[in-house]
C-alpha cells in the first residue's frame, strides 16, 4: 500500500539555523503530496503542496520539491524562527479529490532563541 | 475565515462506554473525513464521507464506530464500546471537493 516516511526527530535548532526535514514516500500512481504543521494546542494546518513531479510548494519561507525520482518531498527552510516550533507532516494523496490522507509520523521541531 | 471546529476537547470515558465525539465541519464542503492519533504515532485514516454515506473506511472502522451527519451542519463519530486502546486524538477533516482537507483541533479521548 501507500505509505510515507520522515526523518526521525524530535528536531532542535538554534534560531537563524536551516531546517531540513526528509520525507520519502511509496505509492502506485502519481499522489499529492503536503505538508501540514501542527502548532501547540491547535489542529493540523496546510502548510504546503505539490500535485505534480517537480512542483514546488512554498508558504511562509518553507519549501518543498515533489521530486519523483527519488519519490521524496523534503521541507526546507533557510533560517528557522522560534515561532516555528511545532510538529510537521508529511503526507500524499491519491485518485479521487476526495481521497485520503496518508501521513508520515510526524517531526516535533523546537526552535531555541 | 471558517474552521472546522470539533466537540469537546478532552474526554474522559469508562471502558465499554458509548462516546460521541461532535465535529461541525466548514459549511460549504461536501466531503468529511475522521482520523485518529495514538500517542506517538501516526495520524491514521479511519473514513470518509460524501453524500450522505460511507465513501471510504479502514481496517480501523470496524462495527464499534460509526458516523452520522444528523442535520445540516453536525458530523460525528460514535464508538459503541470503548476500548483501552481506543485512547487517541481525534480529527475531524472537511474539503469542498479538492485534495486539500481541512482540520479541526481534535477531541483527545482517554479510556480509563
Known amino acids: 500500500g501507500n505509505s510515507v516516511t520522515q526523518m526521525e526527530g524530535p528536531v532542535t535548532l538554534s534560531e537563524e539555523a536551516f531546517l531540513t526535514i526528509n520525507c520519502t514516500y511509496t505509492?502506485?500512481?502519481?499522489?499529492?503530496l503536503f505538508w501540514y504543521v501542527q502548532y501547540p494546542g491547535e489542529g493540523l494546518q496546510l502548510l504546503l503542496k505539490?500535485?505534480?513531479?517537480?512542483d514546488k510548494g512554498s508558504n511562509k519561507g518553507f519549501e518543498a520539491t515533489y521530486r519523483k525520482e527519488t519519490t521524496s518531498f523534503h521541507l526546507e527552510k533557510g533560517s528557522v524562527q522560534v515561532s516555528d516550533s511545532a510538529v510537521y507532516f508529511c503526507?500524499?494523496?491519491?485518485?479521487?479529490?476526495?481521497?485520503?490522507?496518508?501521513f508520515g509520523q510526524g517531526t516535533i521541531l523546537t526552535v531555541h532563541p | 475565515e471558517p474552521e472546522v471546529t470539533q466537540t469537546p476537547s478532552h474526554q474522559v470515558t469508562q471502558m465499554g462506554q458509548e462516546v460521541i465525539l461532535r465535529c461541525v465541519p466548514i459549511?460549504?464542503?461536501?466531503?468529511f473525513y475522521w482520523y485518529r492519533q495514538i500517542l506517538g504515532q501516526k495520524v491514521e485514516f479511519l473514513v470518509s464521507?460524501?453524500?450522505?454515506?460511507?465513501?471510504?473506511k479502514s481496517e480501523i472502522f470496524d462495527d464499534q464506530f460509526s458516523v452520522e451527519r444528523p442535520d445540516g451542519s453536525n458530523f460525528t463519530l460514535k464508538i459503541r464500546s470503548t476500548k483501552l486502546e481506543d485512547s487517541a486524538m481525534y480529527f475531524c477533516?472537511?474539503?469542498?471537493?479538492?485534495?486539500?482537507?481541512?482540520f479541526g483541533p481534535g477531541t483527545r479521548l482517554l479510556v480509563l
Open positions: 505509492a502506485t500512481g502519481y499522489p499529492s
Open positions: 459549511s460549504n464542503h461536501l466531503y
Open positions: 505539490a500535485t505534480k513531479a517537480d
Open positions: 464521507f460524501y453524500n450522505n454515506e460511507i465513501s471510504e
Open positions: 477533516a472537511s474539503t469542498p471537493g479538492g485534495r486539500t482537507q481541512y
Open positions: 503526507a500524499l494523496s491519491m485518485g479521487t479529490s476526495y481521497g485520503k490522507l496518508t
